[in-house]
């Protein structure tokens, strides 16, 4: 079963320099990301006239303000991002499916698209009602993340059309996809596990059974623009933090473990790239199994601290 929410067993002091110390931080970096915002806008006259110098422009603002979020949870609060698995290679656009327990598997991903190179060119699956959100939703509108209501019949054309998009101007992207469509917990795995059963699933404990239309649509939408789908799969040690938490710096480690399958090995009937996502998440589930034993995910590579290496530049 997944995790129980971290605790803090901290002093009153502790508490109160950890409050103080996540409100200067979320004040600091709020007030950056309206002021990248504002330059945003001032960006989209390149829109009409150079289209290729907005999408820089815009990808260079979202791996400045990422690239902070990273460097803060590294240099101040002292995380560790430990990963195991494959090595990635740099630079390669990507489909990138992952667990997803909490906000900060966000900057997990985040730091791992960092050592990669792909920091500025990250797209996300998000709920539409997002978009409107000061900073974060308004930021997300200029780099072509995907915007869904989690109806498929609504959001069909409109992520086909964005895929579109992506491939058409050769947009370097590492697409990342929650396929479980939201944060599991404990009730909404259970709920999940009937699901699976009336559905002839193999039952999983430590995630929600992944939801395949989206993750069809991707692969067929993107096709060979893209070089791999990574699969990832995300551990914490102590509890699942939330947001509030990893700002203040109660979270030590974040553990990922990350498979590689080369685009061109996949199938493009839509039952079997199903089967693929099912198949992957009783893999994941394993995964999670063993790390939740022995505090490590398996050792197919030996656990090394990502360095941080500057994101390249998109041509």
């Known amino acids: 079963m997944p995790l129980e929410p971290l605790t803090e067993p901290y002093s009153l002091v502790q508490k109160i320099w950890k409050w103080w110390r996540g409100a200067m931080f979320t004040t600091i970096g709020m007030s950056a990301l309206i002021a990248i915002n504002i330059l945003q806008t001032c960006s989209l006259p390149l829109r009409l006239v150079a289209p290729g110098a907005f999408r820089r422009f815009n990808r260079q603002c979202a791996d400045l303000w990422w690239g902070w979020c990273v460097t803060f949870a590294r240099k101040f609060n002292k995380t560790k991002f430990i990963l195991t698995g494959e090595v990635l290679p740099d630079e390669e656009n990507a489909i990138v499916v992952v667990n997803h327990q909490q906000m900060p598997d966000i900057v997990a991903i985040m730091s791992l698209a960092r050592s990669k190179s792909r920091l500025g060119d990250l797209k996300f699956f998000v709920k539409t009602a997002i978009k409107w959100?000061?900073?974060?939703?308004?930021?997300?509108?200029?780099?072509?993340?995907?915007?869904?209501?989690?109806?498929?019949?609504?959001?069909?054309?409109?992520?086909?059309?964005?895929?579109?998009?992506?491939?058409?101007?050769?947009?370097?992207?590492?697409?990342?996809?929650?396929?479980?469509?939201?944060?599991?917990?404990?009730?909404?795995?259970?709920?999940?596990?009937?699901?699976?059963?009336?559905?002839?699933?193999?039952?999983?404990?430590?995630?929600?059974?992944?939801?395949?239309?989206?993750?069809?649509?991707?692969?067929?939408?993107?096709?060979?623009?893209?070089?791999?789908?990574?699969?990832?799969?995300?551990?914490?040690?102590?509890?699942?933090?939330?947001?509030?938490?990893?700002?203040?710096?109660?979270?030590?480690?974040?553990?990922?473990?990350?498979?590689?399958?080369?685009?061109?090995?996949?199938?493009?009937?839509?039952?079997?790239?199903?089967?693929?996502?099912?198949?992957?998440?009783?893999?994941?589930?394993?995964?999670?199994?063993?790390?939740?034993?022995?505090?490590?995910?398996?050792?197919?590579?030996?656990?090394?601290?990502?360095a941080v290496v500057p994101a390249a530049v998109s041509k």
């Open 133 to 306: 959100f000061p900073g974060i939703g308004w930021g997300m509108q200029f780099i072509d993340c995907v915007f869904v209501k989690r109806n498929w019949t609504a959001d069909r054309d409109h992520i086909r059309s964005t895929f579109s998009h992506l491939v058409d101007n050769k947009v370097p992207v590492w697409l990342v996809s929650f396929v479980e469509g939201t944060r599991s917990t404990l009730a909404k795995i259970e709920k999940g596990r009937e699901y699976a059963k009336t559905e002839g699933m193999t039952l999983t404990k430590h995630l929600l059974p992944p939801r395949s239309k989206g993750f069809v649509a991707t692969v067929q939408g993107l096709g060979d623009h893209v070089g791999a789908v990574y699969d990832v799969t995300i551990g914490y040690i102590d509890g699942v933090p939330n947001i509030w938490q990893f700002i203040k710096g109660s979270v030590q480690q974040v553990h990922m473990h990350a498979r590689r399958f080369p685009i061109e090995d996949f199938p493009q009937v839509e039952s079997d790239l199903r089967q693929w996502l099912l198949d992957r998440f009783v893999e994941k589930d394993q995964l999670l199994e063993y790390f939740y034993a022995h505090g490590v995910f398996p050792p197919e590579a030996l656990p090394n601290e990502m």
